[in-house]
Nanobody, 125 residues
Framework: VQLQASGGGLVQPGGSLRLSCAAS????????MGWFRQAPGKERAIVAA????????YYADSVKGRFTITRNNAKRTVYLQVNSLKPEDTAVYYC???????????????????WGQGTQVTVSS
């Protein structure tokens, strides 16, 4: 099982990025996918999650209206479009996977059993 996150970088406040997470080694289309982030000195926390079909998504309150999670099952990839970035969005962003058939995606860190290596997002002027 491998989850390869990419797309992070240094961006000015108000800027945008698109994070990608390419999956291999499991039946991607049967798994819910999540994006989490962890800032220095803070616990890892949910940012967004999406069901296997893409039919339902969850967003943390702090990112609603600015971030969008999508997935392409044919490409085995989940994306996180991050807009209107703020300095407080600075963190390492991780993607994660969980075999999950429910109509809503899981949101707890402990619910996910496969994790990627993370990609750094730094928002600074």
């Amino acid at each position: 099982v491998q989850l390869q996150a990419s797309g992070g970088g240094l961006v000015q406040p108000g800027g945008s990025l698109r994070l990608s997470c390419a999956a291999s080694g499991f039946t991607f289309s049967a798994y819910a996918m999540g994006w989490f982030r962890q800032a220095p000195g803070k616990e890892r926390a949910i940012v967004a999650a999406i069901t296997w079909s893409g039919g339902s998504a969850y967003y943390a309150d702090s990112v609603k209206g600015r971030f969008t999670i999508t997935r392409n099952n044919a490409k085995r990839t989940v994306y996180l479009q991050v807009n209107s970035l703020k300095p407080e969005d600075t963190a390492v962003y991780y993607c994660a996977a969980r075999y999950w058939s429910n109509s809503k995606p899981p949101v707890a860190v402990g619910a996910y059993n496969y994790w990627g290596q993370g990609t750094q997002v730094t928002v600074s002027s």
